[in-house]
T-cell receptor, first 115, second 112 residues
């Protein structure tokens, strides 16, 4: 089926505002990951879901960041009280659970700009 | 901890030149190794992978061999094209369904 999709592709917001970023994984992939890519850097892990639960959220930088995946498919990354340092490209990836579970497929990303 | 180190860019080559991008890793276990590519304006795409020592991953003329003794996974291509201009990321994962650890990326520019 289709690849990983992310919306919006671009989001511009003001400091202090709340934003939501959405990820729709590849159909049938139970594992879903969020990464953040700052300019000139490689992606850095934020949080990983297996099904509906967050299996590892050790990469979330602080309690302003939160993510959910209530039905085990679409996930939303939520950022409260945004700061200029949150500006980055937020990437979502998914992977199958069994065969080739080590291989992650990425969406196009959401570019977040905090003014 | 687990980490990936890849050569600093940018790398600029003429068309048909030989390409090597070095990548070394540190891992607490036996990782799978990957090269991802990010073309201008596009998302990350898996280029190739290798899951165990001495495996060779290959795709689109690119190759990389998993060298456990030197903890390396260098990317090579015999003859680059302008269309290969992109940012290349080396990455590892310790096991299925765990986070990828990326290097900082190497920007490649190929000129005609």
């Amino acid at each position: 089926g289709a690849g990983v999709s992310q919306t919006p592709s671009n989001k511009v917001t003001e400091k202090g505002k709340y934003v939501e970023l959405r990820c729709d994984p590849i159909s049938g992939h139970t594992a879903l990951y969020w990464y953040r890519q700052s300019l000139g850097q490689g992606p850095e892990f934020l949080i990983y879901f297996q099904g509906t639960g967050a299996a590892d959220d050790s990469g979330l930088p602080n309690d302003r960041f939160f993510a959910v995946r209530p039905e085990g498919s679409v996930s939303t990354l939520k950022i409260q009280r945004t700061e200029r340092g949150d500006s980055a490209v937020y990437l979502c990836a998914s992977s199958p659970t069994r065969r080739e579970a080590d291989t992650q497929y990425f969406g196009p990303g959401t570019r977040l700009t905090v003014l | 901890g687990n980490s990936v180190t890849q050569m600093e860019g940018p790398v600029t080559l003429s068309e048909e030149a030989f390409l090597t991008i070095n990548c070394t890793y540190t891992a607490t276990g036996y990782p799978s190794l990957f090269w991802y590519v990010q073309y201008p304006g596009e998302g990350l795409q898996l280029l190739l992978k290798a899951t165990k020592a001495d495996d060779k991953g290959s795709n689109k003329g690119f190759e990389a061999t998993y060298r456990k003794e030197t903890t390396s996974f260098h990317l090579e291509k015999g003859s680059v094209q302008v269309s290969d201009s992109a940012v290349y990321f080396c990455a590892l994962v310790l096991s299925g369904n765990t986070p990828l650890v990326f290097g900082k990326g190497t920007r490649l520019s190929v000129i005609a």
